[in-house]
């Protein structure tokens, strides 16, 4: 049986059973069933670990008894070594408990992180306007953490439950007196302890809440850390992070005050459950209806008592906890991607031509369009729109945090209104999902194409680009399947050859997080190699020179169209060197495309193409000058 790591397919493979976020109780349960039969032998191994601390007390009583108060060394000593054998036996068994119990915690920990890497696989860029990304890695991380936190004491608490009743039946048919005390100390535990688990569990929430606010700001400040020194920004974001982190403080120090009162609870009744039963105990003996050895046992059994009576304890903190992460939990899981699958799905032939509805643009196959624009936004959205991406600003989902104020039946009216606003969302999604897309390719529009087909035959390389750490290799070419030629020849295209210099061994040399380590022109040469070695069969690029000076732009703008010959190939520019080498030009006005050509006849029949590319009186003279001599 594979278990770890674990088997999830949910949200990428179709068929496959995805969470039950119908509620956070829902959720814990399901994530319990995933665990499958570990679970049961957990509990299993458990409920062995449990059977010498029951016996335990029982058998000192009876070697009391028979053995030491009678003086007959032998059964005395079989007595002791039975007590050898089954100290031996827990010992084992506890070892194997564990073993298990961690495999358990495992299991719901890095399933949790599978669980939101698959959602983000699924919803793509949409994810990161939908979610906070401190939210993302809250719930990937912390919130996973207390659900395998979960799993573990859950398995403790029915095992210790088990053993608390046998105990319980045990202690009844020595004394009614004694074993009615022992059953009435965990429901009486239970009725103590309610009433402060809710406002424990709103602090916790609030914290919760608060934490993965604080993380979203240590996100946003190291990734914008360059940006904030250029602007004299770094003691107003980092005051702010200050503050911040006093609020996750104080709602910390407001949760810990209601769980040391849960556990005060805990431990003012574990000790006063102790103490009466001594004292009961002492008077059932000095009334001869109990014997000595049966007063240890009950000594032992109230000592042991106290161990499932504070797990009652924890199990009630650990679920609370647990509820609040799976609320978050759920927020991130149930958001369903803004696409769905094609009933009759229709192949994508890459060498038709492109048409795109809203701004009129018609690509042609096999040659290197380029679309200029006064708006970058215009242009990039048109990107979007061939590659069958969401524009920005779509998507947003309705925000699953509760004010502070609210408490009780307002906090839980005003989440009940979020879920329905959701819910509507959701819908409203699934009806744009299953609209035409308003891109055709060949006439078949987008919408009529498997996702997946999409992404592999259109690629888009926008202007905000990641680079993971890893080697250049890996960075250029992540599924290892380019050959030392294809990557040196998107290498010489991209003109980076600066950047294999850079880094210590060449395609084996390692790079930062985020390519912290090259410049901002350096790094958007390395992702315009990736998408180069990519090799799609329509290649959409956004602004891929606007961060290189103007000789590496030169020689990027030359060698481009060669290494795309024969292949569609869409810029998103108004840089005249690029420009200069296009095989037809889209001009869009107001979103709309408004003229097309070449270059050359743009710039003189066009003045809207003039004052883009040109701009105006205010271009530089050495532009106006090559300008002049290319026309």
Do not use: C
Not at 504 to 522: D, T
Not at 537 to 556: G, K, N, Q
């Amino acid at each position: 049986m594979r278990d770890f790591p674990p088997p999830v397919r949910a949200f990428t493979d179709r068929g496959a059973e995805a969470p039950d976020t119908r509620s956070p109780r829902a959720f814990l349960l399901w994530m319990v069933r995933q665990n499958g039969s570990l679970f049961w032998a957990g509990l299993l191994v458990a409920l062995v670990w449990m059977v010498p601390q029951t016996v335990g007390p029982w058998m000192v009583g009876r070697a009391i008894d028979t053995g030491i108060v009678t003086g007959d060394t032998a059964t005395t000593t079989r007595w002791l070594l039975a007590i050898a054998v089954v100290t031996v036996f827990g010992a084992v068994s506890g070892v194997l408990f564990h073993t298990v119990i961690v495999r358990e915690w495992l299991i719901a920990l890095y399933g949790t992180t599978m669980l939101v890497t698959r959602k983000a696989l699924q919803l793509g860029h949409v994810l990161t306007r939908r979610t906070p990304t401190g939210e993302v890695l809250s719930v990937s991380g912390s919130d996973g953490d207390q659900f395998g936190a979960l799993m573990e004491i859950t398995t403790r608490a029915i095992s210790q439950l088990a053993a608390y009743l046998v105990v319980a039946g045990i202690v009844l048919s020595t004394s009614v007196r004694m074993g009615v005390l022992v059953l009435v100390s965990a429901p009486l535990l239970v009725v103590l302890g309610a009433p402060l688990l809710r406002p424990m569990q709103r602090w916790q929430g609030v914290e919760r809440s608060r934490n993965s606010e604080l993380t979203s700001m240590a996100t946003d400040i190291v990734g914008g850390l360059r940006i904030l020194r250029g602007i004299g920004g770094e003691d107003t974001f980092g005051g702010n992070y200050a503050t911040q982190s006093q609020k996750v403080r104080q709602s910390g120090v407001a949760a810990g005050r209601w769980l040391a009162a849960v556990e005060s609870v805990g431990v003012l009744l574990s000790g006063g459950f102790v103490v009466a039963l001594m004292w009961l105990g002492t008077r059932e003996v000095a009334q001869g209806r109990l014997t000595v050895g049966q007063l240890v046992s009950f000594l032992g059994y109230g000592l042991f008592l106290i161990q499932p009576m504070r797990t009652f304890v924890e199990f009630a903190q650990k679920w609370t906890r647990s509820v609040v992460s799976a609320r978050k939990a759920i927020a991130v899981l149930e958001q369903r991607p803004p696409w769905v699958h094609p009933e009759d799905p229709a192949p994508l032939d890459p060498t038709a031509e492109i048409v795109d509805e809203q701004s009129g643009a018609t690509i042609r196959p096999g040659v290197l369009t380029m679309v200029v624009s006064a708006v970058p936004d215009d242009s990039a959205a048109l990107a979007d729109r061939l590659g069958r991406y969401l524009p920005g600003g779509d998507g947003t989902l309705v925000s699953d945090e509760i004010p502070e104020d609210l408490k009780g039946r307002a906090a839980k009216r005003e989440r009940a209104a979020r879920a329905k606003a959701r819910e509507e969302q959701a819908r409203r999604d699934d009806e744009r999902a299953r609209r035409p897309w308003g891109v055709t390719v060949g006439g078949v529009d987008l919408s009529r194409v498997e996702l997946d087909e999409v992404r592999r035959r259109i690629l888009v390389s926008d202007n905000a680009p990641q680079v993971f750490a890893g080697t250049l290799r890996s960075a250029v070419d992540p599924l290892g399947r380019l050959s030392r030629a294809d990557a040196e020849k998107a290498l010489y295209t991209a003109a980076a050859d600066d950047v294999f210099d850079a880094l210590p061994g060449g395609w084996q040399g390692e790079l930062e997080e985020r390519g912290r380590g090259l410049s901002g022109g350096q790094r958007q040469r390395l992702v315009l190699m990736r998408a180069l070695a990519a090799d799609p069969d329509v290649l959409v690029l956004v602004e891929p020179t606007s961060a290189v000076d103007a000789h590496t732009e030169a020689r990027i703008a030359a060698r481009l169209a060669e290494h795309r010959s024969g292949r569609t190939t869409v810029v998103m520019t108004a840089s005249p060197l690029l420009l200069h080498h296009a095989d037809e030009i889209i001009l869009l006005e107001g979103g709309v495309a408004t003229a097309h050509g070449r270059h050359a006849d743009l710039l003189a029949e066009s003045p809207a193409y003039r004052s883009v590319v040109v701009r105006g009186a205010d271009a530089d003279a050495s532009v106006l000058s090559h300008l002049a001599e290319e026309s």
